[in-house]
């Protein structure tokens, strides 16, 4: 069980990190990264041990985590020490070295397929946005219909990645269906809305992708994010 202590400091950490606007995501991993950390090691958790950190992160090793989880590990580690505690202290320990693997792209053959697969009309279109915009899958999951301008032929990514906006085109071939999809929608609303009307999720759209590869046949190994390194190769 997580002490009141550690609870405390677990506070302290997340409050930090939302003042410096970092997302949601790298919150909620960097607390669940550190509360591992602070469970592993039980006790004396405000003072900075790098030899009990080594010994952390060796466990996690021989566990069989792989070198992105280790690191973010130790990233978090590092941020709490450094940020929310302001130990001075460097903490002499290296990134694991991680394997590098060449993105799954995919033939303008091989999307069409997946597309002309795809019967479901805001299916098909969350495909064809994101491969056609060069968007996340983060991203197109939360585009707002007030982000899409169907006369300019252009999207409003908000809130990329960094934290920054930007404007990617959007497909002249995909705008008939897309208006047919927003029509007499409230620019609040979501593009890609789920069942409920909230925000479709990444793993739902993932399996939209899943779905759409085996009817479409394709044996390559690839996410949704082969959507955005297509685009990338085909300009």
């Known amino acids: 069980m997580v002490s009141l202590s550690s609870e405390k400091l677990l ?10 606007g970092m997302s949601p995501r790298t919150v909620k991993s960097y607390l669940a990264a550190t509360k591992e950390y602070f469970e592993w090691k039980g006790e004396n958790l405000e003072e900075l041990d790098e030899e009990n950190i080594r010994e952390y992160l060796l466990h996690k090793e021989e566990l069989g985590l792989s070198a992105s989880t ?13 940020e929310v505690l302001h130990k001075n202290v460097p903490i002499q320990i290296r990134a694991a070295k991680e394997a590098k693997s060449l993105p799954v792209v995919l033939s ?73 999809l927003i029509s007499g929608r409230n620019s609040n609303e979501f593009v890609f809305a789920s069942e409920r009307g909230g925000k479709l999720g990444e793993r739902t759209a993932q399996k939209v992708f899943e779905s759409a590869l085996q009817k479409a046949g394709i044996q390559k190994t690839a996410t949704f994010h082969s959507l955005r390194h297509s685009f990338a190769t085909h300009l």
């Open 11 to 20: 506070e302290r950490l997340e409050k930090d990190l939302r003042i410096r």
């Open 108 to 180: 303008r053959s091989e999307i069409e397929r997946m597309l002309d697969a795809t019967e479901n009309l805001k299916h098909r279109l969350l495909l064809a946005l994101a491969y056609g915009a060069g968007l996340r899958v983060s991203e197109v999951i939360s585009l707002h219909v007030r982000d899409v301008d169907l006369d300019e032929h252009v999207v409003h990514v908000k809130h990329a990645k960094g934290n920054k906006d930007r404007i990617t085109v959007l497909p002249q071939k995909i705008v008939p269906d897309l208006r047919t």
């Open 70 to 82: 280790r690191n973010l590990s130790l990233n978090a580690i590092k941020y709490f020490y450094r």
